[in-house]
């Protein structure tokens, strides 16, 4: 009677099996061939923003000059008005500068989806932006993902600052050298970092995917330069592998070196789920200067998508906008706010004593 039982229970449960809706099998972004698919298995074609300023502070978007990364503006301001003042400022900056209405907006300005660039020090005990919490990064994304599941608009994680630094200038908030590419207590920091985002989102269908390292390695270290590029290929693999231990689902998104603009780092696909992203500012608008990137699409047979552009005059962003699209290339401009300029999709205005513009 047991044996009868259990052939029964058996037969049930592959019947189940092999009656699960087809639907249900692949809730997640993927990659296929040179295509995005949605959860739904249709194509995406990438149209969005960029969160920037909101989780990595750049002094040029406040118009500074000299004082250039979220380092140095926390030093002004401490050296200003002292640290508890301004531990309360960021404290406020980082609950208002971006908000649930901000996203709703943006949904309606018929964008798809959102690119949210982030500092690393949000997931780790290190002083950043008034906290030392580990869990602040984790926050922030959680409710991003709520304001976004409303309005339907999946994310794509950016670190766009990690440890140790990966371009060496001010974007990267490090010491004035990629330090991530030779420091091996860096890298393994940057791999655990990552592997415990993609641990927390693993089942999470909102996140796109995984945008490892922002513009590493940039093109001053001309000595060096070799030596540098020689190691993302690895460092990328490292990361990857970290993520993978906990995360089989999400895509994972990888920018070349030198501004993400020099994809001879890369010798061969990094593996099926992934997307190569680059970057491109101020360039003619024209066919022959994106061929390098249709080349490489062809022999990787993996999509490229334009992970930031923008920045400029209303007809340039048009004709570059129409030549991505034409060449099925998706965007995301960069970024979505900036302090009294014209230039992106929301702007706010100069308070009346902007002392700040001096420095």
Not at 104 to 109: D, F, G, P, Q, S
Not at 130 to 137: D, L, M
Not at 293 to 311: A, M, S, V
Request: net charge negative; proline share 4%.
């Amino acid at each position: 009677m047991k044996k009868i039982l259990l052939f029964a229970t058996a037969a049930l449960l592959v019947v189940a099996c092999a009656e699960k809706p087809k639907s249900t099998e692949q809730k997640f972004f993927k990659v296929v061939g040179q295509d995005i698919l949605d959860p739904d298995g249709n194509k995406f074609f990438i149209k969005g923003t960029n969160l920037g300023n909101w989780l990595n502070p750049e002094g040029y978007m406040f118009h500074f000059s000299d004082v250039s990364s979220a380092r140095l503006i926390d030093e002004m301001f401490c050296e200003m008005v002292g640290e508890e003042f301004v531990g309360d400022y960021w404290r406020k900056f980082r609950e208002n500068y971006v908000t649930a209405e901000d996203i709703a907006y943006l949904k309606r300005t018929g964008m798809n989806s959102l690119r949210l660039p982030f500092h690393y020090k949000l997931f780790t005990e290190d002083y950043y932006m008034g906290s030392y919490c580990k869990e602040e990064g984790f926050r922030h994304i959680d409710s991003l993902i709520k304001w976004c599941r409303a309005e339907n608009l999946p994310i794509i994680l950016d670190m766009h600052v990690a440890p140790g630094g990966q371009t060496g200038d001010n974007i990267d908030d490090s010491y004035g050298y990629p330090w991530l590419m030779v420091d091996e207590g860096a890298q393994r920091k940057t791999a655990e970092i990552w592997k415990a985002i993609a641990q927390r989102y693993k089942d999470e269908p909102m996140i796109m995917g995984y945008d490892l390292l922002n513009e590493p390695i940039a093109h001053y270290f001309e000595e060096d330069l070799a030596m540098l590029n020689s190691k993302l290929e690895p460092l990328y693999k490292r990361i990857r592998d970290s993520i993978r231990t906990v995360d089989t689902d999400h895509i994972i998104f990888y920018g070349p070196a030198q501004w993400n603009g020099n994809l001879e780092v890369f010798s061969e696909p990094l593996e099926e789920n992934c997307v190569y992203e680059v970057h491109r500012y101020w360039s003619e608008t024209t066919q022959a200067s994106i061929q390098s990137w249709l080349d490489f699409r062809e022999k990787f047979n993996r999509p490229l998508y334009i992970g930031e552009t923008g920045e400029n005059t209303d007809e340039w962003v048009y004709e570059y906008r129409v030549l991505m699209e034409k060449n099925d290339i998706g965007w995301h401009y960069w970024p979505s706010k900036k302090h009294y300029h014209t230039s992106g999709i929301q702007s706010y205005p100069c308070p009346d004593n902007d002392v700040l513009s001096i420095y």
